[in-house]
């Protein structure tokens, strides 16, 4: 679990840095529109990769609920 937090955390860090570097401008346009495909990517990967998580702790609970007492 430690490092699918650490995982997610570093591709937001990412993702943050390289749209800072399109923002203000330092990237010419095919580097613009690799770096704003690769973003995109990581955002999904990480939204997929939350949904995956949540899945898995709504399976536990309902794992714990319905265990015979």
Do not use: H, Y
């Amino acid at each position: 679990m430690k490092a699918v937090l650490i995982l997610a955390t570093s591709f937001v860090f990412i993702s943050m840095l390289m749209n800072a570097a399109r923002r203000r401008g330092k990237l010419d346009e095919r580097a613009n529109r690799a770096v704003g495909g690769l973003a995109n990517s990581m955002r999904w990967f990480v939204w997929g990769l939350l949904f995956f998580v949540g899945v898995v702790c709504v399976a536990m609970a309902w794992q714990t609920l319905q265990a015979p007492r």
